[in-house]
């Protein structure tokens, strides 16, 4: 019996309308453009605007295309799992309410949080349900509102995030195409680098919590930086040289963009040349979960059936991790 696999067989990214341009930004910050972008590769970024709207806006968005895209019944969806490190609440889970919203009436969801490496996790999970036989049709979304967790008054970090995400199907596949394998670290010391203090079971919100801006990104981005660097660079090398490829057998690298640097680090690593490696971070900016499937949404017409491709992400927490893949369709 040949080996079952999970590939993926549709995506479709969503981001909304409103931008937010380093223009702007220097109206708001002490900043610059030339500043912002030598230093991170962001010329702009999305905002969702509207009163009420999170993060499963974008999520059903996504989620709406991708099944009108791929001609799917709602009612084959047998799960769907999302990627978000900002909830439209505590609970009920944001994929609850993306079920609800697009009409998965046959899906149970749940929510992954591993900040920027979510998606990656959520798709090595949503894997071996397929894998091992327990569901056919899975939806995995990656989405964030990181407008909502952001300080527009701190320059070090309202420079980096924007608002989207995307949503990917997963199918079983039996001739070799689909995740072939995956890597996925944490280190729990790393959570004082980069973290949210207020808001959690560990300081609920107060009014003292929202006087003090404690429900708002914390960074402190050298030391994220060093980190990142290395194990996202690390990562991508040790799945390429693990399942014996070179750089000439790898099509892309699909890279987490937190920064043009880090990219940059991690490609070279890997010996890939710039035109290997998918880049968009110039326009969406930080969409933390989001990056990875937009970058697959907008390259998807350039990728062809058999494609190996190496997907890294590095996340708060700290998280990190890296999956291979064969890409299973021609657009």
Known sequence: MAKITAAITGVYGWVPETILSNADLEKMVDTTDEWILTRTGIRERRILRGEGKGTSVIGAN???GLLKKTNTNPDSIELLICATTTPDMQFPATANIICEEVGLKHAWGFDLNAACSGFLYALAT???MIESG???RIIVVGADKMSSIIDYTDRTTCVLFGDGGGAVLLEPNTHGLGILDAIMYSDGSGRVHLHQKAGGSAMPASKETVEKRLHYVYQEGQAVYKFAVSRMADVGYEIMTKNGLT???IAYLVPHQANKRIIDATRQKMSLPEHKVMI?????????????PLCLWEWERKLHAGDNLILCAFGGGFTWGAIYMKWSYNS
């Open 126 to 128: 949503a894997a071996r």
């Open 280 to 292: 968009n971070i110039e326009r969406y900016g930080n969409t933390t979960n989001g990056t990875i």
């Open 247 to 249: 750089p000439d057998d």
């Open 62 to 64: 996504a989620v709406r």
């Open 134 to 136: 327990a569901h056919r």
